[in-house]
């Protein structure tokens, strides 16, 4: 029959054991409370990137339209200005 020390040591240790798997649990879930809180940010963040993306194609898509009209009309501007210059050159005044 085992010594009752040794069986008051396994206790002892047992109750060890406990103790730190209690102290272990309140520890992940204190964790897991954090990163579930992390990660929410994260995902908010990646929302309001998403938005702000979503804005800059629309203002590149609307931009485009208006950038080839400038080209357009700058193409004419420098057309009449060019036609402007060789007409002053070939007759000076």
Same mark, same amino acid.
């Given at each position: 029959?085992?010594?009752?020390?040794? *069986?008051?040591?396994?206790?002892?240790?047992? %109750?060890? *054991?406990?103790?730190?798997?209690? %102290? %272990?649990?309140? %520890?992940?879930?204190?964790?897991?409370?954090?990163?579930?809180?992390?990660?929410?940010?994260?995902?908010?963040?990646?929302?309001? /990137?998403?938005?702000? =993306?979503?804005? /800059?194609?629309?203002?590149?898509?609307?931009?485009?339209?208006? =950038?080839?009209? /400038?080209?357009?009309?700058?193409?004419?501007?420098?057309? *009449?200005?060019?036609?402007?210059?060789?007409?002053?050159? =070939?007759?000076?005044?």
């Amino acid at each position: 029959m085992p010594d009752t020390r040794e *069986l008051d040591q396994i206790q002892q240790e047992l %109750n060890e *054991l406990q103790s730190r798997s209690n %102290n %272990n649990k309140q %520890n992940i879930t204190s964790h897991e409370a954090v990163c579930q809180e992390r990660y929410d940010h994260i995902v908010k963040t990646l929302d309001i /990137l998403h938005d702000k =993306i979503n804005k /800059l194609e629309t203002l590149a898509t609307q931009g485009k339209s208006s =950038i080839s009209t /400038l080209w357009y009309v700058g193409t004419a501007v420098g057309a *009449l200005a060019a036609f402007i210059y060789t007409i002053t050159q =070939i007759f000076p005044r």
